[in-house]
């Protein structure tokens, strides 16, 4: 199947393959490496060295640091800013009634606040935890959750954050 989708892509005589998945579920890196393009990418799916199915790396400075580029297969691309693109309120609005972005800056108010479910949460202070995980809740392992809430027990005022996708 990977020589057949690679053949496909040659027939179309692209000059750039965009790799938007990188190694994480699902990739397909025997298509990439039979190189069915002059330029192939990696871009979004996977932050770091695609080990070899891509050229070059598109990040920025946070997720792809300069001084570590002898650590990718690959060039670095670096984008100034984030190179991470995000239309999430657009994919996924929230309901009518609940917090919004102009909401979030009426809630700070002087304090930082952050709207959550509606509603205006504190965010911690000095010396308190937030663990975050803003991606898809599948690959949230039983055995990482059991390390989130042995680490947050130690802390009571340590709070999980989640992004919720509807």
């Given at each position: 199947?990977?020589?057949?989708?690679?053949s496909?892509i040659?027939?179309?005589?692209?000059?750039?393959l965009?790799?938007?998945?990188g190694?994480?579920?699902?990739?397909r890196?025997?298509?990439?490496?039979r190189?069915?393009?002059?330029?192939?990418?990696?871009?979004?799916?996977?932050?770091?060295t695609s080990?070899?199915?891509?050229?070059?790396?598109?990040?920025?400075?946070v997720?792809?640091?300069?001084?570590?580029s002898?650590?990718?297969?690959?060039?670095?691309?670096?984008?100034?800013?984030s190179y991470f693109?995000?239309?999430?309120p657009?994919?996924?609005?929230?309901?009518?009634?609940?917090?919004?972005?102009?909401e979030a800056?009426?809630?700070?108010?002087?304090?930082?606040?952050?709207?959550?479910?509606?509603?205006?949460?504190?965010?911690p202070?000095?010396?308190?935890?937030?663990?975050?995980?803003?991606?898809q809740?599948?690959?949230?392992?039983?055995?990482?959750?059991?390390?989130?809430c042995?680490?947050?027990?130690t802390?009571?005022?340590g709070?999980?954050?989640?992004?919720?996708?509807?």
């Open positions: 199947p990977d020589e057949a989708a690679a496909a040659v027939s179309r005589e692209p000059h750039v965009i790799d938007l998945n190694l994480s579920k699902g990739n890196p025997g298509i990439l490496l190189r069915p393009a002059p330029l192939i990418l990696s871009f979004l799916g996977y932050p770091a080990g070899g199915t891509a050229q070059m790396v598109v990040g920025d400075g997720a792809a640091p300069p001084e570590l002898s650590l990718f297969t690959e060039r670095l691309l670096l984008l100034p800013g693109l995000s239309d999430h657009a994919l996924y609005p929230r309901p009518q009634g609940t917090a919004d972005e102009s800056l009426r809630c700070r108010g002087g304090e930082e606040r952050t709207p959550a479910g509606g509603r205006c949460v504190a965010l202070g000095q010396g308190e935890v937030v663990l975050a995980n803003f991606g809740m599948y690959k949230i392992q039983p055995d990482l959750l059991d390390a989130w042995r680490a947050l027990a802390n009571e005022k709070v999980l954050w989640l992004l919720r996708f509807p």
